[in-house]
Nanobody, 124 residues
Framework: VQLVESGGGSVQAGGSLTLSCAISGQKYNRYCLGWFRQFPGKEREGLAFITYDGTPTYADSVKGRFTIAKDNDTNTLQLQMVNLEPEDSAMYYC???????????????????YGPGTQVTVFS
């Protein structure tokens, strides 16, 4: 599975950005897709996830501000971010992981595939 993020950049506080992730080589019927971010010197933080059949879940820190969506026709994953704050400045990564169980909690999976990341900088 190959993942490539795009759409990062610099934005003023209160502004919006939409990140995209191009997905290729994904052949599994059951999988989770997600967005993570990483602050310098910190571990990656899970932000938003979506199941293969389209059910989203969000971390409390971004609930109501970030929206995850996937487009099966174009094999892309998006993260719409509004009301951005300087504290949202980080490297953002998309991730994918297949699973065999009928139902999983996407937040709890260990993800084996990540993109190279895209930088988001929010200035005040």
């Amino acid at each position: 599975v190959q993942l490539v993020e795009s759409g990062g950049g610099s934005v003023q506080a209160g502004g919006s950005l939409t990140l995209s992730c191009a997905i290729s080589g994904q052949k599994y019927n059951r999988y989770c897709l997600g967005w993570f971010r990483q602050f310098p010197g910190k571990e990656r933080e899970g932000l938003a996830f979506i199941t293969y059949d389209g059910t989203p879940t969000y971390a409390d820190s971004v609930k109501g501000r970030f929206t995850i969506a996937k487009d099966n026709d174009t094999n892309t994953l998006q993260l719409q971010m509004v009301n951005l704050e300087p504290e949202d400045s980080a490297m953002y990564y998309c991730a994918a992981q297949a699973h065999y169980a009928p139902r999983v909690v996407c937040f709890d999976l260990i993800y084996g595939y990540y993109g190279p990341g895209t930088q988001v900088t929010v200035f005040s």
